[in-house]
């Protein structure tokens, strides 16, 4: 299945780079390519990718903002990073993916693959850059999730969108934010992210 990959990037010689590389790839589709700036959600919205591809390897700060409104759309970031120290900040924040940004195109087609069904990828050096999680914060939450939290949490994990676990499930796209909310409450998790992965190792879904 060919991934719809939409790259972010604001030098125009990377995006241009990238693109030039996955088209290389048979399973990567570039639908488009911009800067990190205001019209950057107004052309996901017309381009509609799988996954976006971003290049933050030129940014001097991380815009966390901007980065968290694109999230909202539940499109599915992967991240270029060329500074390890920002692994944590990104993880918290809920990115589905990280890469160092010299990645061969090979690893990067293929991440863009993982994501686009629902994984999570790291590269194995910024896997080593994360904090270690405490014991405590992984135990079982003091309050028991319900039922139809399960039930979004366990479609959260396959990837799916707002959109697509309210349609899912019958129920509207506020109530499916009013769980995420209450899971991710629950968990101590700063993302939705941060919510799967924990509740993976708790037991309470299956990837």
Excluded at 82 to 97: A, F, K, R, Y
Excluded at 122 to 135: A, G, I
Aim: proline share 3%; charged share 20%; glycine share 6%.
């Amino acid at each position: 299945m060919t991934t719809r990959v939409y790259i972010i990037a604001d030098n125009p010689l990377a995006r241009v780079g990238l693109a030039t590389l996955l088209r290389e790839a048979t399973d990567c589709d570039i639908v488009g390519q911009g800067a990190d700036d205001d019209g950057m959600l107004e052309a996901l919205d017309v381009y509609q990718p799988d996954v976006i591809l971003w290049d933050m390897s030129w940014m001097t700060t991380l815009d966390t903002q901007n980065l968290a409104d694109v999230l909202e759309t539940s499109i599915p970031v992967i991240a270029l990073i060329n500074d390890e120290n920002q692994t944590n900040d990104l993880w918290q924040i809920g990115v589905h993916g990280m890469l160092l940004q010299d990645s061969d195109p090979e690893r990067i087609a293929a991440a863009t693959a993982a994501v686009n069904h629902g994984f999570f990828v790291m590269d194995k050096v910024l896997t080593e850059q994360l904090s270690t999680t405490p014991d405590a914060a992984i135990e079982s939450p003091a309050e028991a999730l319900t039922g139809r939290e399960l039930e979004v949490l366990q479609l959260l994990a396959e990837g799916l969108s707002n959109k697509a676990i309210a349609y899912e499930l019958g129920i509207s796209d506020h109530t499916v934010k009013f769980h995420v909310t209450a899971i991710m409450n629950k968990l101590s998790a700063q993302s939705r992210t941060e919510a799967v992965v924990r509740a993976t190792r708790l037991g309470l879904i299956h990837l």
